[in-house]
């Protein structure tokens, strides 16, 4: 199983980035998805995340509305594109798949599948 995100970089406050996360070697399609987060000093984070389908999406309160995740079944690609960024925002961010089509929970612990993790910094 590998998790693979692209897209991270340096933006100014109230720019946007959008983060792809290829999967390979499992089920992608059987996945719930999710995208946390990890500043320095800090615990990690649930950003967001997507049901199998597509058709739920759940984000932590301090990125409900600026942030939006998808996903690609027939790629194997999740994404979540960022607007509307803030100096807050930066962190490390880290795609992660859980073991069920549905997203059953939003805790790091059961998520089984990690990426290696991208730089994402706003600041000017």
């Known amino acids: 199983v590998q998790l693979v995100e692209s897209g991270g970089g340096l933006v100014q406050p109230g720019g946007s980035l959008r983060l792809s996360c290829a999967a390979f070697g499992f089920t992608f399609s059987s996945s719930a998805m999710g995208w946390f987060r990890q500043a320095p000093g800090k615990e990690r984070e649930f950003v967001g995340g997507?049901?199998?389908?597509?058709?739920?999406?759940y984000y932590a309160d301090s990125v409900k509305g600026r942030f939006g995740i998808s996903r690609d079944n027939a790629k194997n690609m999740v994404y979540l594109q960022m607007d509307s960024l803030k100096p807050e925002d930066t962190a490390v961010y880290y795609c992660?798949?859980?073991?069920?089509?549905?997203?059953?929970?939003?805790?790091?612990?059961?998520?089984?599948?990690w990426g290696q993790g991208i730089q994402v910094t706003v600041s000017s």
């Open positions: 992660a798949g859980q073991p069920h089509p549905e997203l059953l929970s939003l805790n790091p612990v059961d998520f089984t599948s």
């Open positions: 997507i049901s199998w389908s597509g058709a739920f999406t």
